[in-house]
């Protein structure tokens, strides 16, 4: 029973319907597909933000699910993560003081009924293939700050705890539509509200490369005009 697409598609539209009842969010699966070793392959999954904008799309993810209550529960503790054609559209609106992605993660803090209880999401490796990162902040005269196209990158040892984010990124390249490119990186990458730190990083382009260490402290608003 639970190999019939249908059926599978039916029991993630409850989960993702029981999320977004609890937190207030807008997490939407087009389809799900559960193979016979597990894994899981989901088309379509659509997060949209406090606007009902677009903030992350994807266009097909396979991962493996080890414990489904875990996942009813907003715990993810995944295997593999593997993101084709992902779109990440990182906002900050006229009149906000957030950005949508720290708007969206504090609805799981601000959300938990259980004070020992927190979001967590993590990975063994997660590899995007195909993919585009674009950062807009309306409060600016140029509001396309960002824009990152064929993006490819693998992280290992990811993990999102409610706003703090933490991995080791194996490789990193994309081309960024201002002019330059990244075409490989390596670090220990760090992200809070109050700190965004990339450790012990390599960084080739075309034309340079670069070795060492970046901490930005973003507390306070420090980064509101970037």
Do not use: C
């Not at 799309?57 to 992902?86: C, F, H, M, N, Q």
């Not at 020992?116 to 490796?125: E, G, H, K, P």
């Amino acid at each position: 029973l639970f190999s019939i697409p249908a059926v599978q598609t039916h029991i993630a539209k409850n989960a993702t319907d029981r999320i977004n009842e609890k937190y207030g969010t807008e997490i939407h699966l087009e389809r799900v597909g559960l193979k016979w070793n597990g894994d899981v392959l989901v088309k379509g999954a659509l997060i949209r933000d406090h606007k009902n904008d677009t903030m992350i799309y994807v266009r097909e993810l396979a991962t493996s699910v080890y414990s489904v209550k875990k996942v009813l529960d907003s715990d993810l503790d995944l295997g593999d993560i593997s993101l084709e054609g992902a779109r990440f559209y990182l906002t900050k609106y006229e009149g906000d003081t957030s950005d949508n992605l720290t708007i969206f993660s504090r609805k799981f803090a601000s959300n938990n009924s259980q004070g020992n209880t927190n979001f967590l999401l993590a990975s063994d490796d997660v590899l995007i293939t195909d993919g585009r990162f674009m950062y807009i902040n309306e409060q600016l005269n140029d509001p396309f700050v960002l824009d990152y196209q064929n993006l490819t990158t693998e992280w290992e040892d990811f993990v999102i705890n409610n706003q703090t984010v933490d991995a080791h990124i194996t490789s990193l390249s994309f081309d960024a539509i201002k002019g330059y490119q990244i075409r490989t990186l390596d670090g220990i990458f760090h992200y809070d509200p109050d700190l965004i730190s990339l450790n012990d990083f390599s960084l080739t382009t075309d034309d340079s490369s670069l070795e060492g260490d970046i901490t930005l402290d973003t507390s306070d608003g420090a980064l509101d005009d970037f």
